[in-house]
């Protein structure tokens, strides 16, 4: 089973905890590939009764119809939840808008008590990786926070500011001590939420393969040049397959690894690990 929770993650908890009753509204950043196994339950538990937005992002790498059966999912369940590609310039803008219509009461408010604008305060959560300083640097306009295709890029807090009189906070990724069941902590893996040296590359590798192929068959043959009959193998047999096709002869972990690397840049379709029809069974393990 993997985990991995180092004490860099448990101290930015800690400060999440310090620092929450500063914000007015938490952005609750969830992967759109696996919006319900990027759910971290430590932000419930932390940011409760503060006004919560759920972000699902990476929007553009995910199965877009999925996308909605989730966002509908979590109003259904009393969140306000959006999706979003960060890569867009329009994203910035957007998430200032929905941000300003959630808090109208609160900025009403403060307009009556004779303050001519309103800072809102924002803190910005979720696992390593999912997108929190790119999504800040959208709102801010400019790099103000530094960002990287791996985990753990951001180390410590940092707040940003935006000319449309939003803070921000930004936080380093987090996890929490002890993953559900192994299909979280794979999903969590495969998507980037995992420091890649923490993992088996074969065993997250193989739990990719037999998601492509069921889901994104098309996409897997043509990417690795394979052949229908192939897709009779068994999933081991498959990723040797496709180690010697890669040219890797018989370097399985390294085929794997690039096998998840390039789901992760959209080489093998969109695609949404979580599936909205087995939360009822999630739910009962
Ligand atoms: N395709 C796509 N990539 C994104 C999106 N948002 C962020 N990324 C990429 O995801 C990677 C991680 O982004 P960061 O903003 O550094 O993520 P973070 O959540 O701040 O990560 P940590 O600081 O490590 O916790 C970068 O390579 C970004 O370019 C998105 O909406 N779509
Ligand atoms: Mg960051």
Request: net charge neutral.
């Amino acid at each position: 089973m993997i985990q991995w929770f180092p004490g860099h993650m448990a101290k930015a908890i800690r400060q999440f905890e310090e620092n929450i009753h500063l914000v007015d509204i938490v952005f609750e950043l969830v992967d759109a590939r696996c919006p319900f196994s990027s759910i971290n339950p430590e932000v419930a538990r932390i940011s409760q009764g503060k006004p919560r937005l759920m972000i699902l992002t990476k929007a553009d790498l995910a199965n877009p119809n999925i996308t909605n059966q989730w966002l509908s999912y979590f109003k259904n369940q009393g969140y306000a939840a959006i999706a979003i590609d960060s890569k867009k310039n329009t994203t910035g803008k957007y998430i200032t808008k929905v941000v300003k219509d959630l808090l109208a009461d609160k900025i009403d408010d403060a307009k009556e008590r004779g303050f001519d604008k309103k800072v809102i305060r924002a803190i910005c959560v979720g696992v390593p990786n999912v997108g929190k300083s790119t999504l800040l640097n959208q709102i801010v306009k400019r790099r103000a926070a530094q960002v990287g295709n791996r985990a753990g890029v951001t180390k410590g807090q940092q707040w940003l500011k935006s000319s449309d009189e939003l803070e921000l906070l930004d936080t380093p990724g987090i996890l929490w001590p002890k993953f559900q069941n192994d299909d979280i902590a794979n999903k969590l893996a495969m998507t980037g939420a995992i420091k890649d040296s923490i993992y088996h590359s074969d065993d997250v590798g193989l739990f990719a393969l037999h998601f492509f192929r069921n889901t994104n068959p098309k996409e897997l043959i043509d990417r690795y040049h394979l052949s229908e009959d192939d897709m009779e193998l068994s999933d081991v047999d498959l990723l040797l397959k496709i180690t010697k096709k890669v040219g890797m002869q018989d370097d399985y972990e390294r085929a794997s690894m690039r096998i998840i690397l390039d789901s992760r840049k959209g080489k093998i379709g969109r695609f949404t690990l979580d599936d909205v029809n087995d939360l009822s069974t999630e739910e009962e393990e």
